[in-house]
């Protein structure tokens, strides 16, 4: 394995551990407000090392700019539909879960 | 509509945008180029309708200054989230809190909104005028500070005043 490829194997799983951390903290969380903390800031980043891992792996500029087109998008995207979904929650009395209250 | 002088730089800049993103999504085929500039073309007009020029200067360093912040911060607040996700104890103490924003009304509240979902322990609620409502991940984390920090970064970017709030 070259250098390339063996930094681009790191990013690559160090995106995963991200994406798996969002998805157990999606599961664990108690109420929807700490939930969509745990899929727009997990995901992104975890979506961010993966396309940093794949970047190392293409020598097309055209595909490399798609990569970060589609993380600018993703990141996009996770903010105003966590911000869309909060809000909506709010409006509809979901009361954020405190500590002491049940999971 | 008049022709402005930044409505014909606005106009460029767009186009050159959208150029450059036909080319990426086509991996630079010469053929496609028909489409593409009808393309552009529709993308860029509906772009002037959905967003008017507006004469806004983005700072080079502020820009830079506010993606290095970005970076840093959405890497803390992955890596927060991810640790309150996986530790056996989470230890969660959530809660809401209203900050009143110093930003101007228009794009920088919007953008700080957007922003503030991204970063360590903050999620956007609700935007109510230069009320900013945020649900946080530990009520005794310095929220405040860390929203004037960002406010800091978007205004000096975008070349904006902050407010007394």
Not at chain 1, 17 to 34: H, I, K, N, Q, S
């Amino acid at each position: 394995m070259t250098m390339t490829e063996i930094a681009s194997f790191i990013l690559l799983l160090t995106g995963a551990v991200f994406f798996f951390a969002g998805t157990v903290g999606l599961l664990r969380f108690p109420d929807v407000y700490t939930r969509l903390h745990a899929l727009a800031k997990a995901d992104n980043l975890g979506l961010g090392f993966i396309v940093l891992g794949l970047l190392l792996q293409t020598s097309s500029p055209a595909t490399a700019l798609k990569l970060i087109l589609i993380w600018l998008l993703a990141l996009a995207a996770s903010a105003t539909v966590g911000f869309l979904i909060a809000r909506r929650a709010r409006q509809n009395g979901i009361v954020p879960w405190q500590s002491g209250d049940r999971p | 509509m008049t022709i402005s002088l930044a409505g014909v730089r606005a106009t460029l800049w767009r186009s050159a945008l959208f150029a450059g993103l036909w080319w990426a999504l086509t991996n630079g085929r010469a053929d496609s180029w028909g489409v593409g500039g009808v393309s552009i073309l529709a993308a860029a007009i509906l772009s002037l309708r959905l967003l008017p020029p507006v004469p806004t200067t983005i700072s080079r360093i502020g820009l830079l200054r506010f993606l290095g912040f970005f970076f840093i911060q959405s890497l803390r607040g992955g890596a927060q989230v991810a640790w309150f996700a996986l530790r056996p104890r989470m230890g969660l103490r959530p809660g809401i809190q209203e900050i009143p924003l110093r930003l101007p009304e228009g794009i920088g509240r919007v953008l700080l909104t957007n922003t503030q979902s991204l970063l360590p322990g903050t999620l956007s609620v609700e935007l109510r005028g230069n009320r900013l409502c945020l649900h946080v991940l530990d009520i005794e984390a310095p929220t405040e500070a860390g929203v004037r920090h960002a406010e800091t970064r978007v205004a000096h970017m975008l070349g904006l005043q902050l407010e007394q709030p």
